[in-house]
């Protein structure tokens, strides 16, 4: 399955320094998958060390978009 990134995602990741294999990483295998906050939104989340990365994505026919990426210290209840 490709992985399309977003203007909105790539200009985040850049500005949060995240790396772009840690991203792929946590799209390819997620340790938790979460419905986001409104359709057709999901969160999933991958855990790197103390921290987890959580990467909002919109699954489409043929390919997944990133929305956002962040680092979390505690998953949400």
Not at 21 to 43: A, C, F, K, M, N
Not at 52 to 64: D, F, G, W
């Amino acid at each position: 399955m490709e992985i399309h990134f977003s203007d909105h995602s790539l200009f985040k990741i850049g500005q949060r320094k995240i790396p772009l294999s840690l991203v792929r990483q946590t799209v390819l295998s997620p340790d938790i998958r979460r419905q986001g906050h409104s359709p057709p939104y999901e969160e999933w989340y991958r855990r790197f060390g103390v921290r987890y990365l959580n990467v909002v994505v919109v699954q489409e026919s043929r390919c997944i978009v990133v929305i956002t990426a962040h680092w979390i210290k505690k998953l949400p209840v």
